[in-house]
């Protein structure tokens, strides 16, 4: 049977410290995804559900957005994948009952980690003004309460419509239709904070703002350079990936301040070698970068590649680039002793990884959060590109570039127009097709709908999925910014703390995630997803609901559009909420890519999009052509006493969905108030082993960020840097901390002090 959620809230700042491993994966992940699914779905509902994910008749996994390859095994799943999926079919309930026994308050001041345990919602909830209880309400009234709400706002573009990246591609399709035909382009994500910086600096150089390599393609790589991700925890298929590429002979090179024990060695848990063997060891060369090294890195890379004779592909340039000699002139002044700062590397290393990428006839470049939460993350992925360029490395089998995305259809959203910045001719195919005027001004993005809360220029905030108090930048700013709205609505599967800092008022609408069934008036229905690399495909859960009152996404929004556009609206809303077949065709129509929508996605396995640069080295750009870049380089600069600070994820956690309080590879158990600091760094700083310190980050405009209670462990991250976990250090990143053109959190590189204290036990921390 599965256990019981924790009743008291778990001390969480007493930590146990061991070694960090050096490998990832093998008979331990999968004994410990086992034990987390059985905890929360019992013994037979988690053989019933694991073997259905990432199947071709089954559900996509949850968690990452990691592609499936074409030949799958029993088990296409990873450990982590096991967590979200036990998460989500977790057999414990949060009951109408559960609001009489716990006010918001008492709530407030519980963990995210106690939030999330308690189980899946079951039944629409309301806060109304003035009380502390949530209470039920029908979803006819929580409908009536949001069209009042939205009825009594003076323009549309004060309410705001954020999406997390779970959402199938039909509820995006239909969210962001709802939104722009109530009359905003707001529609924030949780892209702003994460791939946004990818996708910037990829549509100015490229055309496009998606990787261009499939799975095959690392399997014919020569070379694979992965920076900034750490896959041995948020992408562990990739590593099933790597192997493969492995053994048939690629190179890997590894850009990280921080040792990660799943690029080091993977032993594969599909198979005997990696249960009980050694397994495989991935990494040739690491390049223990300083946080926010890598455009420095790649920039001197350029230079060295621009020295050596007949190293650039000189047919590919003339061909299909732009920019090139301004790029080359820049490149030429890269500075040996600047980069070596910026880098914290030797001169022997990265001639090492240059001899490396001289060798390599195709290289392909992953990377995530490492270089898009910077202040420069833009120009470093550009400096990146260049080097893909010089090569000749886009647009054939074998090379290319791979932003790894984040949440399993975070690009789908987009591709369906979840953006607050959406393409002309995207706005003019929704006109065409639905007879309606959409708006054309920009709308806000994730900071920006912050700051419109702030200043009460947002008055009614509405999300699809996520955790938007948590996930953000600046929690107390943003918390108080939150409060002053007048309704804030989250459509979840789980508790969470946005749904205790609220607005005036408040709704929880409790909806099906990807492992149920899904039965509307037309039938048993599927959804469609989008994954790293562009490949679409359908996902059927197969549970029985949750409750019996959970409606979907797709039919909440038809709903939502009905009660709120009523006559306005000549769109079918009835229709699609009844076969979302028929939301398939009109995205056939509309987006570029899905034509016969319904037809290629019967297929198993689903289809492919389009890609320009990747099928044709065709470049949608505004020159026509590739570009180069040649932008200044940049790196942080921390002052004397200080050091860098990079908030990133542990073992046991989904973004702010904790699952348990170790992070395994990193040996540390039970806590998550840890700061990793060089043991160099912390002799210099008076940092003991053990001993306990506040995080103090220091922001240009002369303000200060603290939180307490963080046990200091020595880790051999980079000279001069530290790491933290996210959510609870959120409260150190200035809202206005943040990447240039992408304006994502800036959250990988903050200045912070650390000061030591008494050793303060602090339980219940809020944040987490
Ligand atoms: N299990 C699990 N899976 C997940 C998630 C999860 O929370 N849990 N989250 C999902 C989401 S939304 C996302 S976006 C992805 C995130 O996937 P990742 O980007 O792998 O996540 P982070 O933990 O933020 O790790 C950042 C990595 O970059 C390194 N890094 C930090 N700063 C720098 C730098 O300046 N330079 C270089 N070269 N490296 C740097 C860190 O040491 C760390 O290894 O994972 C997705 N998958
Ligand atoms: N400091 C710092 N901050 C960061 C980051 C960082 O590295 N450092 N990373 C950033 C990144 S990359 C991202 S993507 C964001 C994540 O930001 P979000 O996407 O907003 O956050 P999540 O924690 O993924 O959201 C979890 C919640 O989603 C809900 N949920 C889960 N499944 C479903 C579903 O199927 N449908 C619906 N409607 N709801 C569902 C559950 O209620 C759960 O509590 O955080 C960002 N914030
Ligand atoms: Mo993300």
Not at 132 to 158: C, H, K, M, N, Q
Not at 472 to 485: F, G, I, L
Not at 657 to 668: A, C, H
Not at 759 to 764: A, M, S
Request: charged share 25%.
């Amino acid at each position: 049977m599965a256990g019981k959620p924790p009743t008291g809230d778990p001390v969480q700042d007493a930590p146990d410290v061991t070694a960090p491993q050096h490998a990832a994966a093998g008979l331990p992940a999968v004994a410990h995804s086992l034990r987390m699914a059985h905890q929360q779905m019992g013994a037979r509902r988690t053989a019933l559900t694991l073997l259905k994910v990432n199947q071709k008749d089954g559900f996509d996994c949850p968690g990452c957005a990691w592609p499936e390859p074409d030949k799958r095994h029993a088990a296409e799943f990873c450990e982590n994948g096991a967590k979200a999926v036990a998460e989500e079919a977790t057999l414990r309930r949060v009951t109408p009952d559960f609001f009489a026994r716990h006010t918001v308050t008492d709530l407030a001041g519980r963990s995210g980690y106690w939030l999330g345990q308690q189980g899946r919602l079951t039944q629409p909830m309301y806060l109304a003004e003035g009380s502390d209880t949530y209470e039920p309400v029908s979803w006819e009234r929580a409908f009536g309460i949001i069209a009042e709400d939205l009825a009594a706002l003076s323009s549309p573009d004060e309410a705001v419509f954020y999406t997390s990246g779970r959402t199938s591609n039909e509820a995006a399709f239909l969210y962001q239709l709802f939104a722009r035909e109530f009359g905003t382009n707001n529609l924030p994500d949780c892209s702003n904070m994460c791939h946004e910086s990818s996708g910037s600096a990829l549509s100015e150089t490229i055309g496009i703002g998606k990787g261009s390599v499939l799975l095959e393609d690392l399997y014919k790589a020569d070379l694979i350079i992965v920076a900034g991700q750490n896959p041995g925890t948020n992408h562990p298929r990739m590593l099933s990936a790597l192997e493969k590429a492995k053994h048939g002979g690629t190179k890997i090179i590894t850009v990280n301040p921080l040792p990660e024990a799943g690029l080091e060695r993977f032993k594969n848990p599909q198979n005997a070698r990696g249960l009980a063997g050694g397994g495989t060891a991935l990494t040739d060369l690491f390049l223990q970068i300083r946080l926010g090294g890598d455009q420095a890195l790649f920039r001197i890379l350029n230079r060295l590649v621009l020295e050596t004779e007949g190293a650039v592909d000189t047919g590919f340039i003339d061909e299909h680039t732009h920019g090139f000699d301004d790029f080359r002139r820049t490149a030429l002044t890269a500075d040996w002793d600047e980069t070596l700062r910026a880098t914290g590397l030797s001169r022997a290393e990265i001639e090492q990884a240059l001899a490396m990428i001289l060798a390599s006839k195709r290289t392909i470049i992953c990377w995530a959060m490492g270089l898009t939460q910077h202040k420069h993350a833009v120009p470093t992925i550009k400096e990146v590109v260049n080097l893909l360029l010089l090569r000749g490395d886009i647009g054939r089998p074998g090379a290319g570039v791979c932003p790894v995305r984040g949440h399993s259809n975070v690009q789908g959203d987009r591709t369906m127009g979840i953006f607050e910045r959406p393409a002309p001719a995207f706005l003019d195919a929704l006109e065409k097709e639905f007879g309606f005027t959409p708006p054309r001004e920009h709308g806000l993005d994730v900071v920006r709908a912050i700051r419109a809360l702030r200043d009460g220029h947002a008055k009614v905030f509405f999300a699809m999925g996520g955790n938007f108090v948590s996930a953000t930048p600046d929690t107390e700013v943003t918390e108080a910014a939150v409060r002053r709205a007048r309704l804030t609505v989250h459509v979840s599967t789980k508790l969470n703390r946005s749904h205790v800092v609220t607005g005036a008022r408040a709704l929880i609408l409790p909806t099906l995630g990807r492992t149920e069934r899904d039965r509307q008036a037309g039938g048993e229905q599927f959804v469609t997803v989008e994954d790293s690399m562009g490949m679409v495909h359908a996902s059927r859960g197969g549970l029985k609901p949750a409750s019996p009152h959970l409606l979907s996404e797709p039919a909440i929004v038809c709903r939502l559009a009905r009660r709120v556009l009523g006559k306005n609206s000549t769109t079918p809303w009835e229709d699609f909420e009844q076969d979302y077949g028929t939301i398939r065709d009109r995205i056939a129509r509309v987006i570029p890519g899905f034509e016969d929508f319904n037809t290629r996605v019967a297929h198993p396995g689903g289809f492919t999009l389009p890609h320009a640069p990747r099928d044709e080295r065709r470049f949608p750009t505004t020159t026509g052509k590739a570009n180069f870049t040649a932008s200044p380089v940049e790196y942080p600069h921390a002052p004397e006493g200080r050091l860098l600070l990079q908030t990133l994820r542990s073992h046991d956690q989904y973004n702010t969905t904790i699952y348990g309080l170790d992070d395994r590879y990193r040996g540390i158990k039970n806590g998550r108030r840890v700061v990793l600091v060089n043991p160099d760094d912390a002799a210099e700083l008076d940092l003991a082993d053990g001993s306990y310190a506040d995080l103090v980050s220091e922001w240009t405009d002369g303000t200060e960020r603290r939180t307490a209670g963080f046990r200091v462990v020595h880790y051999p991250t980079a000279r001069g840097c530290a790491a933290a976990y996210y959510p609870e250090t959120n409260v150190l990143v200035p809202l206005d901390h943040t990447a240039d053109t992408s304006n994502t959190p800036a959250s990988k590189s903050l200045v912070v002090r650390i000061e030591r204290t008494e050793r303060t036990e602090r339980k219940n921390d809020q944040a987490g």
